[in-house]
Nanobody
Framework: QAQLVESGGGLVQAGGSLRLSCSTSDGVYSTMGWYRQAPGKQRELVAMFTSSLNTVYTDAVKGRFTISRDYAKKTVYLQMNSVKPEDTGVYYC????????WGQGTQVTVSS
């Protein structure tokens, strides 16, 4: 069973940057991505690597966020630039899609 551990969340001012990390217990070769859940809203996809090695981003973060992975470190990253208050939420690392494995989440708060 895969174990995912997120880190890197925190408080950042609008326009700033943050990098989230997700370390895995068994590698980053499969479908992996980042989701987020804002207060009172449903969890939504932010960015992901598909099984065909493509990257997918939700429209709201295109051009600002970048997903990457380090196979040797078994870690997936989410570089968040030009953050906005609406990026606030709990960010979750996922492996294998919505019915796969989830991390415990890391809080990101963007102040205006």
């Amino acid at each position: 069973q895969a174990q995912l551990v997120e880190s890197g969340g925190g408080l950042v001012q609008a326009g700033g940057s943050l990098r989230l990390s997700c370390s895995t217990s068994d590698g980053v070769y499969s479908t992996m991505g980042w989701y987020r859940q804002a207060p009172g809203k449903q969890r939504e996809l932010v960015a992901m690597f598909t099984s065909s090695l493509n990257t997918v981003y939700t429209d709201a973060v295109k051009g600002r966020f970048t997903i990457s992975r380090d196979y040797a470190k078994k870690t997936v990253y989410l570089q968040m630039n030009s953050v906005k208050p609406e990026d606030t939420g709990v960010y979750y690392c996922n492996k294998g899609g919505p019915k796969g494995y989830w991390g415990q989440g890391t809080q990101v708060t963007v102040s205006s």
